[in-house]
């Protein structure tokens, strides 16, 4: 199971932190990723975590501004999100990733970017 | 990888089979001989649940009554027999061409 936190409302250029709480199964041996879900219902991959911390990748769009981590002792990852803008506003999710598919995803967090 | 879905909406009349058509811009076999193609389902006001993985394996829970094939570029779910339960959005998604995970962009399946 994943719990989300975080998320709401922030101004263009601001700054946002989301977390991904797990629990039911072995956290540090798990690789995450972070996916998005935009007004129009497209899923975007974001980012990738592997076991470790290592390794990391993040898409494009993203790339330079979102940065992924997790904390073992914690059971978590996060996705710091800074430089925000109106396009970033989507539902996020954070989803296990095993055997190159992604499951459970979490319940969702939305980020809504605007003045 | 481009993934395309098609239709983008499907009315269904309730009993009757359904089938949802994805592929993808590039061969989705793996080095490895695997193809990481999965489905996913998602009703309204939740986060996607995986119904298959590597185009025909079931998750456990999911009702026989889905199915996945295909091969190479070209894949699909067939539902048997359409529940009310099964409405929502479908998605596929490629993981074979790693690390970036890429969707179909939906299929919306609704009751007649």
């Known amino acids: 199971q994943l719990v989300q936190s975080g998320g709401g409302l922030v101004k263009p250029g601001g700054s946002l932190r989301l977390s991904c709480a797990a629990s039911?199964?072995?956290?540090?041996?798990?690789?995450f990723s972070w996916v998005r879900q935009g007004p129009g219902n497209g899923l975007e991959w974001l980012s990738y975590i592997g076991n470790g911390g290592s390794p990391i990748y993040y898409a494009d769009s993203v790339k330079g501004r979102f940065t992924i981590s997790r904390d073992d002792a914690k059971n978590s990852v996060y996705l710091q999100m800074n430089s925000l803008r109106a396009e970033d506003s989507a539902v996020y999710y954070c989803a296990r990733v095993a055997d190159s598919s992604v499951d459970p995803w979490g319940q969702g967090t939305v980020v809504t970017v605007s003045s | 990888v481009v993934m395309t879905q098609s239709p983008l909406s499907l009315p269904v009349t309730l009993g009757q089979p359904a089938s949802i058509s994805c592929r993808s811009s590039?061969?989705?076999?793996?080095?490895?001989?695997?193809?990481?193609l999965s489905w996913f389902h998602q009703r309204p006001g939740q986060s996607p649940r995986r119904l298959i993985y590597?185009?025909?394996k079931r998750d456990s829970g999911v009702p026989d009554r889905f199915s996945g094939s295909g091969s190479g570029t070209d894949f699909t779910l067939k539902i048997s027999r359409v529940e009310a339960e099964d409405v929502g959005l479908y998605y596929c998604m490629q993981g074979t061409h790693w690390p970036a995970l890429s969707f179909g962009g939906g299929t919306k399946v609704e009751i007649e």
């Open positions: 590039q061969s989705l076999v793996h080095s490895t001989g695997n193809t990481y």
């Open positions: 039911g199964f072995s956290f540090s041996d798990e690789f």
């Open positions: 590597k185009v025909s």
